[in-house]
T-cell receptor, first 111, second 116 residues
Framework: GQNIDQPTEMTATEGAIVQINCTYQ??????LFWYQQHAGEAPTFLSY????GLEEKGRFSSFLSRSKGYSYLLLKELQMKDSASYLC????????????FGTGTKLQVIP | GAVVSQHPSRVICKSGTSVKIECRSL??????MFWYRQFPKQSLMLMAT?????????EQGVEKDKFLINHASLTLSTLTVTSAHPEDSSFYIC????????????FGPGTRLLVL
């Protein structure tokens, strides 16, 4: 089966750094995605990790440890517009590369 | 880029009617399309995976006779909610990938369905 855990909610201050953690237990793990979703909108792609290590992309970075079943999304220099839900999703091996989503972390950025 | 559109963006219908939602990849050929449902304050739940020219693969607990999926071409997949009931009211989102390799999913903007 697939199990993905992330905190339900987080609050951080504008200009600060926040780390959103995700742990997963999946059979046939084949990569981890992070998506951002604003209320009432579809998710937008942020990052993809398949190898261990840190991937940096502007203010956003994502880390993966396959041996620990752990990933985090790091957001630097927080802006008010970063208030959104952040979805961790694991891809599993299979004919169609299915992706299973976690429940998402709702981040609120405060002034 | 990789743009996916959905139509309609919002639909209100009476209980018992059927609703068709279209998902199109606008600037690429989508080998695989996925259909998700999302209830308020919950994450995306995969309903089914569809490939052009073959039958959709439904997730456990999803009624294939109620949620009809047709992937007629490499740029179009449709989801038909048959005999809709109020409990079918939800946010339906499709996504598409270019291939079966290390490809991210590109999401459509979603369709909000309200069944009265």
């Amino acid at each position: 089966g697939q199990n993905i855990d992330q905190p339900t909610e987080m609050t951080a201050t504008e200009g600060a750094i926040v780390q959103i953690n995700c742990t997963y237990q999946t059979s046939g793990f084949n990569g981890l995605f992070w998506y951002q979703q604003h209320a009432g909108e579809a998710p937008t792609f942020l990052s993809y990790n398949v190898l261990d290590g840190l991937e940096e992309k502007g203010r956003f970075s994502s880390f993966l440890s396959r041996s620990k079943g752990y990933s985090y999304l790091l957001l630097k220099e927080l802006q008010m517009k970063d208030s959104a839900s952040y979805l961790c999703a694991a891809r599993v091996l299979g004919g169609y590369q299915k992706v299973t989503f976690g429940t998402g972390t709702k981040l609120q950025v405060i002034p | 880029g990789a743009v996916v559109s959905q139509h309609p963006s919002r639909v209100i219908c009476k209980s018992g009617t059927s609703v068709k939602i279209e998902c199109r990849s606008l600037d690429f050929q989508a080998t695989t399309m996925f259909w998700y449902r999302q209830f308020p304050k919950q994450s995306l739940m995969l309903m089914a995976t569809s490939n052009e020219g073959s039958k959709a693969t439904y997730e456990q607990g999803v009624e294939k006779d109620k949620f009809l999926i047709n992937h007629a071409s490499l740029t179009l997949s449709t989801l038909t909610v048959t005999s809709a009931h109020p409990e079918d009211s939800s946010f339906y989102i499709c996504s598409a990938t270019r291939g079966r390799g290390q490809e991210t999913q590109y999401f459509g903007p979603g369709t909000r369905l309200l069944v009265l």
